[in-house]
């Protein structure tokens, strides 16, 4: 597996992917949304791995944006394109079986921020910021930015920040439930990797499920998504993990699940 600017490591039942562009703020051009349309392929095959952090290498960016250096000459169709590749590929990582938690060392602007609201969870350090700052490019959000902005912080606010191309600080991200939790800098990876290995101790199956019960149920209305929820629930109980989660608990004994 040949990549140009992603770094894949696995420790254990832990995957991280790394934006490894730091010279260029980890910036995504048409190369490194590639290279981790690869990496998710390999994640997808991995029965080992249960859980993925996604990350941007240096300290001053998780990724500063889509590359503007080889957006600036696109034409009509090009554009278009470009905006689907990065949003196939988000797309992938939204639906990942595993659940994929960004870690955000500083900027997540742009691209940046709709990578990492694709992930499912974000640790932000003190440092980071976020924005949509597209319009003021002469351009609009191209990789989810005006879909998934609103289902994070609602319509009105979604509308705010991308029409004013404002950025916004750690602790305002965390106010406005943009992510999940702010950490000082030296400990982001500390506290992605607790968050990832409290994930890991659960049963896989269950795990998989919950996050496709929760991500059709956000596209549908409550009664088809409880539905949903009621085929993810009686599948549990064709799995080896149901069962020894429930005998474990009533024998008061640890638990070793087997994502089976």
Do not use: W
């Not at 503007?68 to 090009?78: G, R, S, V």
């Not at 590929?89 to 709709?114: D, M, S």
């Not at 406005?176 to 896989?204: D, F, Q, R, S, T």
């Amino acid at each position: 597996m040949e990549l140009k600017n992603v770094i894949l490591e696995k420790e254990g039942n832990l995957a991280t992917i790394t934006i490894n562009r730091p010279k260029a703020l980890n910036a995504l051009n048409s190369d490194t949304l590639k290279d981790l349309d690869v990496v998710i392929d390999a994640i997808e095959k991995d029965d080992e791995i249960y859980a993925v952090i996604l990350t941007g290498a240096g300290d001053k960016a998780f990724v500063a944006g889509a590359d503007i250096t080889e957006m600036k000459d696109l034409n009509t169709m090009e554009g278009r394109n470009f905006s689907i590749l990065g949003n196939k590929v988000f797309r992938r990582i939204e639906t990942l079986e595993k659940p994929v938690i960004a870690a955000i060392p500083g900027f997540a602007l742009g691209g940046g921020c709709e990578l990492a609201m694709a992930c499912d969870i974000r640790i932000a350090s003190e440092k980071a910021k976020f924005g949509q700052p597209e319009v003021g490019l002469g351009i609009t959000p191209g990789f989810g930015g005006t879909q998934r902005l609103a289902r994070h912080v609602g319509m009105g606010r979604a509308k705010e920040l991308i029409f004013t191309a404002r950025l916004v600080k750690a602790e305002e991200a965390l106010r406005i439930g943009l992510v999940n939790k702010v950490v000082e800098p030296e400990k982001l990876m500390e506290e992605a990797k607790a968050m990832a290995n409290m994930i890991i101790a659960n049963a896989p199956v269950a795990v998989k499920l919950s996050k496709a019960a929760i991500n059709r149920g956000m596209q549908c209305d409550i009664d088809t998504a409880l539905m949903y929820e009621a085929e993810a629930f009686g599948g549990c109980f064709s799995t080896l993990d149901q069962k020894e989660g429930m005998t474990a608990f009533v024998e008061k004994r640890d638990k070793h699940f087997q994502n089976k």
